[in-house]
């Protein structure tokens, strides 16, 4: 139990569907992050989120929209998806925004793409 | 091109014996990380150390740090089955609000 849920764990969708992950924090922290997790590659910081205001966009897709409505819950709203965009989605949160916290992150969803 | 880099890419090593892992980075940084990831679950982090700080020892984890050849490791002690997971280092560059993960080390404990 790492205080952070992700939902759904795993997740199938035709290239036009529509469907968002969900992400929630029971740790009482500020900051949250979606990141992107493929094969073979490192992982992908995808969005950043203090006090629920975005602090950054990795130059993500417009196909991929996140939402914060407070500091504990984080979504990511996908449509139009593409079959690279297989992969794990993983959120974390953090007690402050920065790279001087460690960071605490759900088990993720597994997206595939059909 | 990415910040930290582990090395080797993969590790098998029989029970009871120690495992090194080692990462490079690039750019200064405040302080470096260890995250270990089972199959099919999140991140679970293991251990910060600080650029001023060259050694952190947590239970069987040993990490060293050398900021002069901007490089780090991470020696598991005693390994055990349950230690069979994927070890990623995660630098917190100066000047950036973020972490950068590097591509991780797959380490198979063999009983």
């Known amino acids: 139990e790492t205080g952070v849920t992700q939902t759904p764990r795993h997740l199938v969708m035709g290239m036009t569907n529509k469907k968002s992950l969900k992400c929630e924090q029971h740790?009482?922290?500020?900051?949250m992050y979606w990141y992107k997790q493929s094969a073979k590659k490192p992982l992908e910081l995808m969005f950043v989120?203090?006090?629920?205001?975005?602090?950054e966009n990795n130059s993500v897709p417009s196909r991929f929209s996140p939402e914060c409505p407070n500091s504990s819950h984080l979504f990511l709203h996908l449509h139009t998806l593409q079959p690279e965009d297989s992969a794990l989605y993983l959120c974390?949160?953090?007690?402050?925004?920065?790279?001087?916290?460690?960071?605490?992150f759900g088990d993720g969803t597994r997206l595939s793409i059909l | 091109s990415q910040q930290g880099e582990e090395d080797p890419q993969a590790l098998s090593i029989q029970e009871g014996e120690n495992a090194t892992m080692n990462c490079s980075y690039k750019?200064?940084?405040?302080?470096l990380q260890w995250y270990r990831q089972n199959s099919g679950r999140g991140l679970v982090h293991l251990i910060l150390?600080?650029?001023?700080?060259r050694e952190k020892h947590s239970g069987r984890l040993r990490v060293t740090l050398d900021t002069s050849k901007k490089s780090s490791s991470l020696l598991i002690t005693a390994s055990r089955a349950a230690d069979t997971a994927s070890y990623f280092c995660?630098?917190?560059?100066?000047?950036?609000?973020?972490?950068?993960f590097g591509q991780g080390t797959r380490l198979t404990i063999n009983p």
């Open positions: 974390a949160s953090s007690q402050d925004v920065g790279g001087w916290w460690p960071q605490h």
């Open positions: 740790l009482g922290h500020n900051a």
């Open positions: 989120y203090n006090f629920k205001e975005q602090t």
């Open positions: 750019t200064s940084i405040n302080n």
């Open positions: 150390i600080r650029s001023n700080e």
């Open positions: 995660a630098t917190g560059p100066q000047g950036a609000q973020k972490l950068v």
